[in-house]
């Protein structure tokens, strides 16, 4: 198998695991016991918390909260402000947000909510002109995220958060960092970012657990009311084995960030390269730089990305079409329709999405084998005729 697909999801690294494995056999106590044997799974607790503020540039290890995943973090966030400005009814977010930001918005605006969604351009660059216009004294929260996830491309989230205070200083700013942690340098006490969110398994942790950051005079409510977990913000006993293991991944991501920079976005401009060379009818759908360094989309014109996706299984390929939230839609990505990418591209468009543990051979091979799977699947396709031009202009 050659795993190209993630942006949706990554392998947990072995040295994670062997951290986790301790917590779910003998260290299996409730870490809010006063026994001795609570001793440890409370001290794993601590220790990863320590681990996300620096992986994080966070100030301070109570910035940081635990939750179950990036979806769970940005409702926690969106949700908690928003409870606690309710005299604010307006928004802001941007029109190729992950669906968990977006339909928590779409929730808002049937509850009385006006919400902006901030345009980008044909490459994924956002608008941040326009977002700077609509920027009211009664924004009561704006969300940006930092990498897109679909596209790689990172959002100037810095020079957003600085404009929100010199504007609108109690406008909260919250970030979806998700697909930015491990791959790009994040540094929070440097910047005017209220909260951010991250989810473990996009960086060699398992899924099931993330993490919500919140600077320290930025108030919210729960999203979980219960007990005292998470100093009275998140209730619930907490989740030992996969807080230790996120800790320990963000320790392993924040060493590797070099690697991330240099290899993995080598092997992914070669294998971006060869796939545009050798493919008549692919094309490039995001910016050239300005991203996170794993990610490409390419768009196929005139064929199916379910069948690509399908001939790309069949050798033993994952990649995707999109957000792994939302393949199970027939409806294009709403990502690349923000981009006005052309219909003629817009159901052919494939995501790779590469990792520091892709290697050099694997993307040889998927270079060397789509300009099969393309010519089969251009055979097929009812749009002959546009296909010949394309042919002939490559």
Not at 321 to 338: D, K, N
């Amino acid at each position: 198998m050659i795993y190209l697909d993630n942006n949706a999801t990554t392998q947990i690294d072995d040295r994670v695991l062997e951290v986790m494995l301790p917590y779910l056999k003998e260290n299996f106590a409730n870490p809010s016991s006063m026994y001795d044997i609570a001793k440890r799974p409370a001290a794993a607790i601590r220790e990863a918390r320590v681990q996300i503020r620096d992986f994080l540039g966070a100030k301070n290890e109570k910035d940081v909260y635990f939750t179950s995943c990036g979806s769970e973090s940005a409702n926690m966030a969106i949700k908690g402000v928003v409870e606690c400005n309710k005299e604010k009814k307006h928004l802001i977010t941007t029109k190729v947000e992950h669906p968990c930001v977006m339909n928590t918005y779409k929730q808002l605006e049937k509850q009385g909510y006006e919400v902006d969604y901030i345009g980008v351009n044909s490459q994924g660059g956002l608008d941040v002109e326009e977002l700077k216009s609509k920027l009211r004294k009664d924004t009561a929260l704006v969300s940006v995220m930092w990498a897109n996830n679909e596209t790689g491309v990172i959002h100037p989230v810095e020079e957003i958060a600085d404009y929100i205070k010199s504007k609108s200083p109690e406008t909260r700013f919250f970030v979806d960092a998700v697909q930015a942690a491990g791959k790009i340098p994040m540094n929070v006490k440097d910047t005017n970012i209220d909260l951010l969110g991250i989810s473990g398994h996009k960086f060699h942790a398992p899924k099931g657990v993330g993490a919500l950051y919140v600077k320290p005079d930025v108030r919210i409510l729960p999203l979980i009311n219960g007990g005292h977990q998470e100093r009275g913000m998140r209730a619930g006993t907490e989740n030992v084995a996969y807080i230790a293991g996120m800790g320990k991944a963000a320790e392993l991501a924040q060493g590797a960030l070099d690697y991330e920079l240099s290899e993995v976005k080598r092997l992914r401009d070669k294998l971006e390269a060869g796939i545009l060379k050798n493919v008549f009818n692919a094309r490039l759908n995001t910016a050239v730089s300005g991203r996170v360094p794993n990610t490409t989309n390419i768009g196929f014109e005139y064929v199916e990305g379910e069948l690509i996706l399908l001939h790309l299984n069949d050798i033993g390929v994952c990649a995707s079409s999109g957000s792994a939230c939302t393949s199970g839609s027939l409806e294009p990505s709403h990502v690349l329709r923000a981009m006005g990418i052309p219909f003629t591209a817009l159901h052919g468009s494939i995501r790779f999405s590469l990792s520091r543990f892709t290697t050099e051979k694997e993307v040889d091979f998927v270079v060397e084998n789509m300009p099969a799977i393309m010519e089969k699947l251009t055979k097929i396709s009812p749009f002959q005729d546009e296909l010949e031009k394309l042919k002939e202009l490559k």
